[in-house]
């Protein structure tokens, strides 16, 4: 599932909050610890290549780069 709406998503996690308290540091790391081995099991993790399309990235960050550059100047 994707959130398409980040501002619902937000205000759900502040209510729980209010409502629940922050987590205790234990319970926040075994949340983790099985949403990780469920990213391990679904084979999302390890991931194969960490540097794979990282040549993208660095293009699209030259490109807005040069663009703000040009844009700051008068």
Not at 36 to 62: H, K, M, S, Y
Request: some cysteine; charged content about 25%; glycine content about 4%.
């Amino acid at each position: 599932m994707m959130i398409k709406n980040s501002r619902i998503l937000k205000d759900f996690e502040d209510s729980l909050v209010r409502r629940e308290g922050q987590l205790a540091p234990p319970k926040a790391f075994n949340i983790f610890s099985a949403m990780w081995q469920e990213a391990i099991t679904l084979g999302v993790v390890p991931f194969q290549d960490p540097l794979a399309g990282i040549e993208v990235d660095i293009n699209i960050a030259r490109v807005i780069n040069s663009c703000s550059k040009k844009s700051s100047h008068p």
